[in-house]
Each structure stands twice: as structure tokens, then as C-alpha cells.
């Protein structure tokens, strides 16, 4: 593999690694960031539903029906405010059994983490309530 050529970017930036790339890391960045911000309120679904599908296994009508059965609710807090997620109002975080890959249901960002922390561990949960009631 050849060197990397170094050289001054379009925009003035000393000594650019380019490595093939049009102008340097810093100017990369900021067209990745640019490109974002204009395209990603009209992307965002299409980006939802292609993780959806990858991730899950899940379509976003799925999604949808899942989301009507629990009335638009966290399904442990019964919460319709799912969080916020880069200075935007989140979807419902899908629950899934990480060994078999099951959905369990849609949470809102709480109690996803919440979960997670306790290793998604029945007898941990059960154990920190029974700390939670003594302590009262």
C-alpha cells in the first residue's frame, strides 16, 4: 500500500493525511455533519425501518401494531414520552432477549437502560425492589 500522500487540504488545513480521501479529517467531518443535518429528517425513516428489519427482524408496520397494543405506552412505566435522542423526541426502544433474539416489547429509554444495567436479570430486578422496599 502506498504512503499516505501529505499535502495541504482545499481549505488551507496544514499537512492533510488524505489517504485517498477528498481534503483532510477535519474537512471529511465537516461534510459528513453538513450532509447529516440536511438529509437526516428526510432519511430518518428510512433509516428506522432498514434497522428495524436488520436488527430485529421487525417491520415498521410491526413496529406500529406492537406500539398500538400498548397504547403508545412503555410497557413497564406506561410512559408516551419515550425519551430523547440527539435533541429530538425517541421512538420506543425495542426489548429483545438478547440470546434468542424474542421481542418482549417497547420500552421507553428508562427503562431500556434500566434493564440493561441490571443485565436484563430477573432475580438482580427482584433483588434491588426488595432494597428499594426496605429502605422506604
Known amino acids: 500500500m502506498p504512503a499516505p500522500k501529505k499535502e495541504f487540504c482545499t481549505r488551507g488545513h ?22 447529516y443535518l440536511r438529509t437526516c429528517d428526510r432519511e430518518r425513516p428510512v433509516w428506522r425501518d432498514r434497522s428495524l428489519k436488520l436488527r430485529y427482524g421487525l417491520s415498521s408496520a410491526e ?16 410512559t408516551v414520552n419515550f425519551g430523547v435522542r440527539s435533541g429530538k423526541p425517541a421512538s420506543a426502544f425495542v426489548d429483545h432477549e438478547h440470546e434468542t433474539g ?3 416489547g417497547l420500552l421507553c429509554g428508562s427503562c431500556n437502560t434500566g434493564l440493561g444495567a441490571f443485565g436484563d436479570s430477573p432475580e438482580l430486578l427482584l433483588e434491588a425492589r426488595a432494597y428499594l422496599v426496605a429502605v422506604a
Request: glycine share 12%.
Open 14 to 35: 496544514t499537512l492533510a493525511e488524505t489517504r485517498g480521501f477528498h481534503g483532510c479529517r477535519e474537512c471529511i467531518k465537516v461534510r459528513s455533519r453538513v450532509y
Open 102 to 104: 424474542k421481542i418482549r
Open 63 to 78: 413496529y406500529g401494531v406492537m406500539l398500538e397494543q400498548q397504547d403508545g405506552r412503555c410497557a413497564i412505566c406506561g
